[in-house]
């Protein structure tokens, strides 16, 4: 049963991975579609109210930027990498199901699992904290408790229950866990608002009283 337990976490952390790849293509075209409107929006303001000059070399100099964005980003191929996850851990079911026979040929399942794993990039130890935590909060409370009670026995003839989970969060998994959405919440803000930022600098009046001071 590890085997199949491993597999079956393996899964579950894997569709965690997909869905994080999935959440980063839609997030970064989004902000790309953004980034260009807005660029535009803000040269086509210039034009009909120029300023001193330095506004629409500094917004040619940001659509530049953009463009390389948007070349980095089709470079990292988010959808791409996730069809593989997803290929995957589709392909774990029947390894799964295999490994959960009596009479499972652990040593070949081990290969073909291990062939799997390499077909594709790894679940990150993030992925794997959430999908802890994602399985033990949508567990029952009976569930919870009895997998608490289980893995808080210390005897050696202790028997793990069909409703328990083999594996439930620490504090460190529900850290990553936290951690990971508190700081892609802040980055995805970030990013959101930083063409307004960039705005908001030009047209401050310390970076205007600056350019007539050098000038």
């Known amino acids: 049963m590890a085997l199949a337990d491993n597999i079956w976490w393996t899964r579950k952390s894997r569709i965690q991975t997909e869905k994080r790849l999935l959440s980063n293509a839609f997030h970064s075209q989004v902000i790309l579609l953004w980034y260009s409107f807005f660029s535009v929006a803000v040269s086509v303001y210039y034009l009909k109210n120029p300023q001193n000059g330095i506004e629409s070399i500094s917004w040619v100099v940001y659509s530049v930027l953009v463009l390389c964005i948007s070349g980095f980003i089709n470079g990292l191929s988010f959808k ?16 799964l199901y295999q490994a959960s026979m ?7 399942l081990s290969a073909t699992y291990e062939s799997k794993l390499n077909a594709c990039e790894n679940h990150t130890d993030k992925d794997f904290a959430i999908a802890i935590c994602q399985e033990y909060w949508a567990s029952t409370s009976s ?20 409703q328990a989970l083999t594996r439930i969060p620490t504090s460190h998994h529900w850290y990553l866990a936290a951690s990971y959405f508190i700081t892609r919440l802040l980055i995805l803000m970030f990013f959101y608002v930083l063409p307004v930022l960039i705005l908001l600098a030009l047209n401050s009046s310390i970076f205007l009283s600056d350019l007539t001071f050098t000038g």
Not at 80 to 95: G, P
Not at 102 to 108: G, K, R, V, W
Not at 143 to 162: A, G, M, V, Y
């Open 80 to 95: 791409e990498r996730a069809n593989l996850i997803k290929e995957c851990y589709e392909s774990l079911n029947s390894i």
């Open 102 to 108: 009596p009479n499972a040929d652990l040593t070949n």
């Open 143 to 162: 569930t919870r408790q009895i997998s608490k009670d289980f893995h808080s026995d210390t005897s050696e003839n202790k028997q793990l229950s069909k």
